[in-house]
């Protein structure tokens, strides 16, 4: 059975970066699409964007287009989630998926998730 974890959030200033971390166990992202979610309080779950492994297909929401990248790590276990000049609307709980299907988890459908890790922005 995969499991996926986030680590990585916290609190950052308004204009700066983050990086948040997504670690696969059980199997490697090798050959799934991974995606990242958030869930900001009181609103619904939100796509933020994903990538199939090799790179071939990416998919980001308008709000982060040019400023988050999904990036895969050093090795099949790792997948990052770049977020650069971060805003105040960005503020919400980050969640890790991977699946076979890279629309499936682009659509949060099937797959496996995390239990999400805390981003807080600050100005």
């Known amino acids: 059975q995969m499991q996926v974890k986030e680590s990585g959030g916290g609190l950052v200033q308004a204009g700066n970066s983050l990086r948040l971390t997504c670690t696969a166990s059980?199997?490697?992202?090798?050959?799934?699409?991974v995606a990242w979610f958030r869930q900001a309080p009181g609103k619904e779950r939100e796509f933020v964007g994903a990538?199939?492994?090799?790179?071939?297909?990416?998919q980001y929401s308008d709000s982060v287009k040019g400023r988050f990248t999904v990036a895969r790590g050093d090795n099949d276990n790792t997948a990052y989630l770049q977020m650069n000049n971060l805003k105040s609307e960005d503020t919400a709980t980050y969640y890790c998926?991977?699946?076979?299907?890279?629309?499936?988890?682009?659509?949060?459908?099937?797959?496996?998730w995390g239990q999400g890790t805390q981003v807080t922005v600050v100005s």
């Open positions: 998926g991977a699946s076979t299907g890279f629309w499936e988890v682009v659509e949060g459908i099937r797959g496996f």
């Open positions: 990538r199939s492994w090799s790179g071939a297909s990416t």
């Open positions: 059980g199997r490697t992202f090798r050959n799934l699409a």
